[in-house]
Structure formats: structure tokens, C-alpha cells
């Protein structure tokens, strides 16, 4: 017999029971067993790099115009110049007192720019080296032109290897040949250079080392020095034009100027006759002043 049971009712639970839910330690994380990583730190800054309100002395000597000057306090320095135009450097730090300067930001960048220039200069006037590749095989014309161009290289002043290979799978030399094609290279090549390390024979290659002649060197390095000149010219000649430029621009701005002045004295001169003429013809007609 099927027994229906009634339906299950929830009932409210008065009093609620905490049951602890267990939580799983947090894990952390190994201590590293190298040992411990050093503190990255700033370089220390050259004893002659602060400058201005940066120097770290409160009481310095200033190079004057003839010799250092006794004592003083820094900031009594630093409030007698612009730090748009100048700025106060530490020349030695050795002494007793800090010595410092006042330098012109103008001068001091034109040294830097002259600086610049003459390293420029030594760059181009210095020697590098350069490799010509030639084949045995060559065809004379080829030949030819790779004995200009190792020419070229030491009228420039630069040292130059010519060496010679065997072109791959190309028919081999025979040894007088070689001989021949070396020899017309040398005698080319010594017009305008000398060899400064003996030939390199090592199988089938053959490699010539030569430096440019002395002479050669320094009539690069004359050419070097008058262009550079020439264009030091030119750029100042073209800096005083400017400047004649300028000036001749302000002077006439100036006679502009005067000459508008000029005019409005003229103008209230004349201004001033007419107001004077007007009162004396009212006087002689019996008005009275007239305003």
C-alpha cells in the first residue's frame, strides 16, 4: 500500500551556528639563497662639474681680472650676474678656498664650436685603411682601372691592401704572370706611396701594403686645412654682413624715427605760429582774447 507523506515545510532557524571554514595558509614567497643584490647608486659627479647656485661651497675666491680676489661668500657672487649670459664655473677645489670663475656663455660656446671644428679637421685629415680586391684573371682594362682606384685611395692620403685572388673556378695563373701584374701595380703605386709591411704570400694570394709618401699626406692635409679656412671665411664674412645688414636696418629706423620727430616739432611749431597769429588779429579787431 503507497503511504503519500505530507509535503516538508523549511522552519526559520532561530539561532544560526558559525561553522569555521578552514583556510589554507598563504604561502610565501622563498627567500633567494644568492646572495643579496647590490644597490644601484649614481656615479659621483666630477668635484668640477657644479656650477652656479649648484656648487656645493658657501665661501669661494673669484678669479678677477688680475689674480684671485680674497675670499667671499658664494651667494655674494651669484647675485651679480645674469645666469642668462654667464655662468660661474669651479676651476680647482685643491686649496684652502674653492676657486671659481665667471665665464661668457657666448665665449664658452664659441670654444666649444671651435672644439668641434678642429676635431672635425683631424677626423678628415686622418688616415684610414682600404682594401682594392683584384682577380688574377682580370682582363687588362679591369686591371687598369683597379690600379686607379688603390692610386686614388694613397693620393688621398689613405692607406690602401691591394690583394690579388684567384677568381673561383676561373682558369689559375701561372706564376709569371703573377709577377707581372704585381709589378705593374708596384710601379704605379710608388709614385705616390711605400710599402710599410712586406708582401703577404699565402697560396694563391698575393697582398701589397702601402702607406700614402709623406709628401702625398701633407698636401692632403694643406688642401684640408685651406678649405677649412675658406669656409671659416666665408662663414664670418656672411656673419658680418648680417651684422652690417642689421645695422644699417637700425640706422635707418633711427633716421625714421628722427625724422618723425622732426615733423611733429615742425608741426607744432606751425601750430603754435597760426594759434599766435589768430590771438593778435582778434586783438587788433577789439574781441578780446580769443581762444
Request: overall charge positive.
Amino acid at each position: 500500500m503507497l503511504v503519500l507523506r505530507p509535503p516538508m515545510t523549511l522552519r526559520a532557524i532561530s539561532h544560526a551556528r558559525l561553522i569555521p571554514i578552514p583556510i589554507p595558509p598563504i604561502l610565501s614567497r622563498p627567500a633567494s639563497s644568492g646572495p643579496p643584490r647590490p644597490r644601484q647608486t649614481q656615479p659621483a659627479a666630477h668635484p668640477l662639474s657644479y656650477r652656479d647656485s649648484s656648487i656645493p661651497h658657501s665661501v669661494v675666491r673669484l678669479i678677477g681680472p688680475e689674480g684671485l680676489l680674497p675670499p667671499q661668500r658664494l651667494s655674494s657672487i651669484l647675485s651679480t650676474y645674469s645666469t642668462s649670459t654667464h655662468t660661474l664655473t669651479l676651476v680647482s677645489v685643491d686649496g684652502e678656498y674653492p676657486v671659481v670663475k665667471l665665464v661668457s656663455k657666448a665665449e664658452e660656446r664659441d670654444r666649444e664650436k671651435e672644439k668641434e671644428e678642429k676635431s672635425k679637421v683631424k677626423r678628415k685629415i686622418s688616415m684610414e685603411e682600404k682594401e682594392v680586391q683584384v682577380s688574377w684573371q682580370s682582363a687588362k682594362g679591369d686591371l687598369g682601372h683597379k690600379l686607379e682606384m688603390a692610386k686614388g685611395i694613397l693620393e688621398k692620403g689613405d692607406r690602401v691592401q691591394v690583394v690579388f685572388a684567384n677568381r673561383r673556378r676561373a682558369e689559375p695563373v701561372s706564376e709569371r704572370q703573377k709577377d707581372e701584374i704585381v709589378a705593374m701595380f708596384q710601379g704605379i703605386l710608388e709614385e705616390v706611396g711605400k710599402k710599410w709591411k712586406e708582401d703577404d704570400k699565402n697560396r694563391g694570394l698575393w697582398v701589397l701594403y702601402y702607406n700614402p709618401l709623406d709628401s702625398v699626406r701633407q698636401e692632403v692635409e694643406k688642401k684640408v686645412l685651406e678649405a677649412e679656412q675658406a669656409k671659416k671665411e666665408e662663414k664670418e664674412k656672411a656673419k658680418q654682413e648680417k651684422l652690417e645688414a642689421r645695422r644699417k636696418k637700425e640706422e635707418r629706423r633711427r633716421q625714421r624715427a628722427e625724422e618723425m620727430e622732426k615733423e611733429k616739432a615742425e608741426e607744432a611749431a606751425r601750430r603754435d605760429e597760426e594759434y599766435q597769429r589768430r590771438i593778435a588779429n582778434s586783438r587788433k579787431s577789439g574781441f578780446g582774447g580769443w581762444r
